[in-house]
């Protein structure tokens, strides 16, 4: 847990709070554990030891199916301002818009660079935000292989560039063309841990042999990077205080912070579906 947790949240883990633990880590009984040893296990830890999948067209059929039956939903509008005197929303195409009260899903360190005028207590808590971020490659190989029947698997050793590998073949026969595979790699950088970009892409492959998850009969056909600027909020001594203070400014202004991003939490999707409807019910 300690190697891993250090190289997936990039700080030293002296200067981490427990508090994001809450149902990402399983607390198994001494029975349990007793079990466990002897292998008599019958118990699946985690939150998502069992969980659905759509058999078509990825993850993204939950929001689309969510989205299905609301109307004026505009996408690619990126906000440019938000003006907490006017209430109204700059958009980056030049148009406006007015709103009475506003739910953001955007990432809280966002925000000063939008509303003017900010505080300077609150500024501060802004600047003390700290995250990490996520490098995600995506391989498809000319070959049905790959991670046997695994789903994802963790990697805490030093040695190995990547945290988490993940074989989205294994989720649905739908996400790979049939006779080929795919794999996803993740790996955390931050201020504190810097990423070398030109040379990541190919020691990720390296690892990736070393681990066995690639062999020379694989073919890659293609591949394709996610750099993720915005991966898990850090919950380091600071988190608390500033999120707090930022949290009760936005809300003296009628703005809702939503989502992992938004509130600034560590949270599953799931979690972040049931803020939504929280955040609604607030309307």
């Known amino acids: 847990m300690a190697p891993y947790n250090a190289k997936f949240w990039t700080v030293p883990l002296h200067k981490l709070t427990c508090q994001w633990l809450d149902g990402f880590i399983p607390v198994p009984s001494l029975e349990q554990v007793i079990k466990g040893i002897t292998g008599e296990r019958q118990k699946e830890f985690g939150y998502n030891a069992r969980f659905w999948y759509p058999k078509k067209g990825g993850i993204n059929q939950l929001p689309l199916a969510l989205a299905s039956s609301i109307k004026h939903i505009y996408t690619n509008c990126p906000v440019t301002g938000i003006d907490l005197d006017k209430r109204e929303i700059k958009i980056n195409f030049g148009n406006k818009e007015e709103f009475d009260c506003l739910i953001s899903t955007i990432p809280l360190p966002e925000m000063p660079y939008l509303i003017k005028g900010i505080p ?74 810097l990423l070398q970009r030109k040379t990541i892409v190919p020691r ?80």
């Open 120 to 193: 300077r207590e609150t500024s501060f808590s802004f600047s003390r935000l700290r995250w990490n971020s996520i490098f995600n490659l995506n391989l498809g190989i000319e070959k049905e292989e790959g991670g046997s029947r695994r789903h994802w698997v963790y990697f805490p050793q030093e040695k190995i560039c990547f945290f988490r590998a993940g074989f989205p073949h294994n989720f649905s026969s739908a996400l790979a063309p049939t006779g080929k595979s795919s794999i996803y790699v993740e790996v955390a950088y931050s201020k504190d841990m």
């Open 204 to 283: 990720i492959k390296e690892d990736l042999r070393k681990v066995g998850l690639l062999r020379n009969e694989h073919r890659l056909v293609c591949q394709d990077i996610n750099d993720i600027k915005y991966g898990y909020p850090i919950y380091d001594m600071h988190y608390n205080e500033a999120r707090a203070g930022i949290i009760k400014y936005l809300s003296r202004n009628n703005i809702i912070p939503c989502g992992r991003y938004g509130s600034w939490r560590y949270f599953s999707m799931e979690d972040s579906i049931l803020d939504g409807k929280i955040a609604a019910s607030c309307l």
